[in-house]
């Protein structure tokens, strides 16, 4: 099955800078891969996906790079407010008729802090 | 708010008692998953369904737990005898297959129920 490992388990910046997350895949045939926040006492909320077909997926502050050669991606925050805050959850599926399609495999998590 | 619905958000139970959580999934969503969370982890796969039918489980889904999803709506867990590491949130989530085919479509969480078991 797919395993995904998640790096760094925490993150500490100042408010202002670029916080960055990576994640590495091993089932070459996952092809979705979303990116989830969870804030203590709540269910992950997804802030950002990406598909195989694309390289780099931006959303304001937020954007998502992907490998697919390297089986790798990474979520790019940036000018990080106190509010970003929170535990970042990395996740990767495959697609439709493959064995992986259908549930999500997360990654461990990183605490990102952002200290005003 | 149309959201993932999970009642309760909070159960405390004695070793060896059952308990039984409920999940209201997005409205129009077909497929509805149930994870689960312990402290300092990502959530682990259970179970999923697609509408009623129960498509796959884990092998984490030990015989004491079952899940049911009666109408194609909502979903019970239940577990039974439940032992100290039962101990861990147990998040619902749904989404549409009614989607690009080929195509993944966003999974949403509930805020899930934290099950501590003494």
């Known amino acids: 099955g797919e395993n995904v490992e998640q790096h760094p388990s925490t993150l500490s910046v100042q408010e202002g800078d670029s916080a960055v997350i990576k994640c590495t895949y091993s089932?070459?045939?996952?092809?979705?891969f979303p990116w989830y926040k969870q804030e203590l006492g709540k269910g992950p909320q997804l802030i950002i996906d990406?598909?195989?077909?694309?390289g780099e997926k931006k959303d304001q502050r937020i954007a998502v790079t992907l490998n697919k050669t390297a089986k790798h991606f990474s979520l790019h925050i940036t000018e990080t407010q106190p509010e970003d805050s929170a535990v970042y959850f990395c996740?990767?599926?495959?697609?439709?008729?493959?064995?992986?399609?259908?549930?999500?495999?997360f990654g461990q998590g990183t605490i990102l802090t952002v200290h005003p | 708010d149309t959201g993932v619905s999970q009642d309760p958000r909070h159960k405390i139970t004695k070793r060896g008692q059952n308990v039984t959580f409920r999940c209201d999934p997005i409205?129009?969503?077909?497929?509805l998953y149930w994870y689960r969370q312990t402290l300092g982890q990502g959530p682990e796969f259970l179970t999923y369904?697609?509408?009623?039918?129960?498509?796959?489980k884990s092998r984490l889904l030990s015989d004491r737990f079952s899940a049911e999803r009666p109408k194609g709506s909502f979903s019970t867990l239940e577990i039974q005898r439940t032992e100290q590491g039962d101990s861990a949130m147990y998040l619902c989530?749904?989404?549409?297959?009614?989607?690009?085919?080929?195509?993944?479509?966003?999974?949403?969480f509930g805020n899930g129920t934290r099950l501590t078991v003494t």
């Open positions: 369904f697609q509408n009623e039918a129960q498509l796959e």
């Open positions: 990406i598909r195989s077909n694309v």
């Open positions: 089932d070459s045939a996952s092809n979705y």
């Open positions: 996740a990767a599926e495959g697609n439709a008729g493959g064995t992986s399609y259908g549930k999500l495999t």
């Open positions: 989530a749904s989404r549409s297959s009614f989607w690009t085919q080929g195509d993944n479509s966003p999974l949403h």
């Open positions: 409205s129009e969503h077909n497929r």
